[in-house]
Nanobody
């Protein structure tokens, strides 16, 4: 069974930091690009950060560039999102996402709530 198990969400004050973790199992992690998405109430799901399968290439939404960092540990089948200088507009459910390089298979985590208070 494919699993993406997320952790690290919570409540934090503006300016604070959180580190989200996503533990993957049930597929060949190194063959998948990993992404973090988020969805705020009433808004569409938004791509926040992307990491290539080897972790050598990353991309970020303009709204988080310079504040968030995606990283992955292929030896341990895990991807992380370090979130610094959090803003209230970062409040959303954050989802871990995996996409196969050639197969196009897509897997989603269950989502973890991040709430940033002002």
């Amino acid at each position: 069974q494919v699993q993406l198990v997320e952790s690290g969400g919570g409540l934090v004050q503006a300016g604070g930091s959180l580190r989200l973790s996503c533990a993957a199992s049930g597929f060949t992690f190194s063959n998948y690009a990993m992404r973090w998405y988020r969805q705020a109430p009433g808004k569409e799901r938004e791509l926040v950060a992307h990491s290539s399968s080897a972790g050598g290439s990353t991309n970020y939404a303009d709204s988080v560039k310079g504040r968030f960092t995606i990283s992955r540990d292929n030896a341990n089948n895990a991807v992380y999102l370090q979130m610094n200088t959090l803003k209230p507009e970062d409040t959303a459910v954050y989802y871990c996402n995996a996409r196969g390089l050639r197969t196009g298979a897509v897997y989603w985590g269950q989502g973890t709530q991040v709430t940033v208070s002002s």
